[in-house]
């Protein structure tokens, strides 16, 4: 790949995949302009402040900033002018037919084709329904004569919050959608720090990659999960099943952990994206739509050994730790402590919450109708049962013996597998599980 020659970049949505890539891209040396079209937050980023949290990335935006390579606006007319490369990363949020809904990727190519001085590469990182690109490209050309003279490439985003730096700029693949070939030149010299293998392929195939990678994540949390459901009932050890099953690189060991589920802005909406894809074009869709539904049972599956365990919930205190959907980020959407809380609630029982960094989202959702607590100990004290639903770092330091000394009751799920079952039966804690139906074999030792 070509040696670092900055090129003018406009980044379209200021998002947790914009503002990374802006910054990542800004402290390469390419000059960044990154246009938002909420004003407010436009402000907050001039200001110096984020409306998410994402571990290191203040101090790369104020670096960008400082070093007069990163810069916000706004207008997209105003990113735009000049640019050589634009990168869509806009929303794509569920659509009420199960599909993604693609009205902020239109409308941001829209604003783009009426703003364009001089031709440019426009790249797509959004995730999108396959055919796409394809839209975005007939949106350039018949907005703007300029707007034929661009390339479109699709380059969807695989980074994670809570590590979205370090996933951007060492992803494990690249994955670049061309169209006859055109726009690969300026890629490179934009992305040459990027040490990953790169997979050239056409925009659709790039598009389905993205989503179907989301897709096989999503299967492989819920093999998980239906395994632990089965095996938890005859008493095995599910954390050791699971390691041996992973072992294979065949199968790997990654999200083959048992637990609450998954969540996020991605996972589950990609999944029902796809599903509905597959509905339109007559595939068959169970797999997916199996996936989806064993997640969504697993905080049900929760609250029930809860109340197995503690026999009625109604008027039990239930402490839960991690709110976030995964740890390092705030981002509370679809996170499965949230379907945990609504089922705890429907069943009588008081919650008291705590996480490191999204309790002020969670405040929006649930008001006053649980409580808030200021550290993982004072959620936990006087509690009858806690919940550990994300695995913050911090939790894995908590000293489980003070921590059932101060709680009225004794029963626990960790809901991410962040203590081995024995440390929790050595401190005192009961574990909650499914209850073995009546005619289970047991394991003989
Ligand atoms: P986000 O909701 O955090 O941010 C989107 C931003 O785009 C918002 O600030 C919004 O105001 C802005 N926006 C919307 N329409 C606009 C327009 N027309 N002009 C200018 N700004 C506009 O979204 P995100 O999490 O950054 O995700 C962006 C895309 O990347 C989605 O398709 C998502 O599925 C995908 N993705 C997300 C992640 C992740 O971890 N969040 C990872 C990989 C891919």
Redesign the pocket.
């Known amino acids: 790949m070509n040696e670092a020659v900055p090129v003018r970049i406009a980044v ?7 503002l990374v890539a802006g910054a990542c891209l800004a402290d390469w040396g390419h000059h960044v302009s990154c ?4 004003p407010e ?1 436009i402000a907050r980023l001039r200001a110096g402040t984020s ?2 949290f994402e571990p290191g990335l203040a101090e790369l935006v104020a670096n960008g900033v400082a070093g007069g390579r990163l810069r916000f606006s706004a207008s ?1 007319a105003d990113a735009v002018r000049d640019a050589e490369m634009v990168i869509i ?5 569920p659509a009420a037919n199960g599909g993604l809904d693609l009205g ?1 990727v239109l ?2 190519s829209r ?1 783009v084709a009426r703003s364009l001085t001089r031709p440019a590469t426009i790249v797509l ?4 329904l396959v055919g796409t690109a394809a839209i975005v490209a007939r949106t350039l050309a018949e907005t703007n004569p300029i707007g034929e003279r661009c390339d479109v490439v699709s380059m ?6 809570g590590s ?1 730096i370090e996933d951007f700029r060492s992803p494990a693949r690249l994955i670049v959608g061309l169209e006859g070939g055109r726009g690969g030149e300026l890629i490179g010299r934009v992305f040459h720090r990027i040490q990953a293998p790169i997979h050239v392929t056409g925009r659709h195939e790039a598009e389905l990659i ?1 989503q179907l990678a989301n897709c096989f994540l999503g299967v492989k949390v819920s093999f998980a999960n239906s395994v632990a459901d089965a095996c938890e009932r005859v008493g095995a050890n599910v954390a050791e099943i699971l390691r041996g099953v992973g072992a294979d690189p065949r199968i790997g060991s990654g999200y083959l952990s048992p637990g609450l589920g998954f969540g ?3 996972l589950p ?2 999944i029902a994206g796809f599903i509905n894809f597959a509905d339109q074009v007559g595939a068959d869709p169970r797999l997916f739509v199996a996936a989806l539904g064993v997640n969504e049972r697993r905080p049900v599956d929760v609250r029930n050994d809860l109340a197995s365990c503690l026999g009625d919930l109604k008027g039990r205190m239930v402490a839960i730790l991690g709110l976030s959907f995964k740890p390092l980020t705030d ?1 509370i959407v679809e996170a499965p402590a949230l379907a945990l809380v609504r089922q705890l609630l429907a069943a009588g029982a008081h919650v008291r919450v705590y996480d490191p960094a999204a309790t002020a989202r969670v405040r929006e959702v649930f008001s006053s109708d649980i409580e808030y607590a200021e550290s993982a100990q004072d959620c936990v004290a006087g509690a009858d049962a806690f919940v550990i639903a994300t695995e913050w770092p911090e939790f894995a330091e908590l000293d489980l013996s003070s921590l059932r000394r101060q709680m009225k009751g004794d029963v626990v799920v960790d809901g991410r597998g962040v203590f081995g079952r024995e440390q929790l039966e050595r401190a005192g804690f009961r574990v909650a599980r499914p209850h073995p139906a009546a005619a289970a074999p047991k394991l003989a030792n």
């Open positions: 379209i949505g200021t998002g947790r995949v914009g246009a938002d079209r909420d937050r409306a998410f997209t990363c806009v929303g794509t949020p902020d409308d941001a604003e990182k959004s995730t999108v969807p985003e695989f980074l994670r919050e979205a993205k996020g802005s991605c909406k990609d981002t």
